[in-house]
């Protein structure tokens, strides 16, 4: 069982920055990809980005590539969200995710849901 919770949202200008972070409880963390998907009013819930276990591997969103990293830090049980330039466009509730593989986060093949973190971004 992983638990994960997620900090760092907020209200930010358009052209500001947010990182997010995602704690994450039990022992798997380090085994597992990891993940943020987004969901914007009215809208499906949709993938921003994930990273391998390893860290070694990430994939983006067309929509945020250039604009967000994602990393992680195994030792602390935590992956992170660093969103720069941020557009009203990106106002959406957050969600963290934790799945076997990236490739397959990627596509929704999601084992573990964060309860999310709204980031707003004005105009």
């Known amino acids: 069982q992983v638990q994960l919770v997620e900090s760092g949202g907020g209200l930010v200008q358009a052209g500001g920055s947010l990182r997010l972070s995602c704690a994450a409880s039990?022992?798997?963390?380090?085994?597992?990809?990891m993940g943020w998907f987004s969901r914007a009013p009215g809208k499906e819930r949709e993938f921003v980005a994930a990273i391998s276990w390893s860290g070694g591997t990430t994939y983006y969103a067309d929509s945020v590539k250039g604009r967000f990293t994602i990393s992680r830090d195994n030792a602390k049980n935590t992956v992170y969200l660093q969103m720069n330039s941020l557009k009203p466009e990106d106002t959406a509730i957050y969600y963290c995710?934790?799945?076997?593989?990236?490739?397959?986060?990627?596509?929704?093949?999601?084992?573990?849901w964060g309860q999310g973190t709204q980031v707003t971004v004005s105009s």
């Open positions: 039990g022992r798997t963390f380090s085994t597992r990809a």
């Open positions: 995710a934790a799945a076997n593989a990236a490739t397959g986060l990627r596509g929704g093949l999601v084992d573990y």
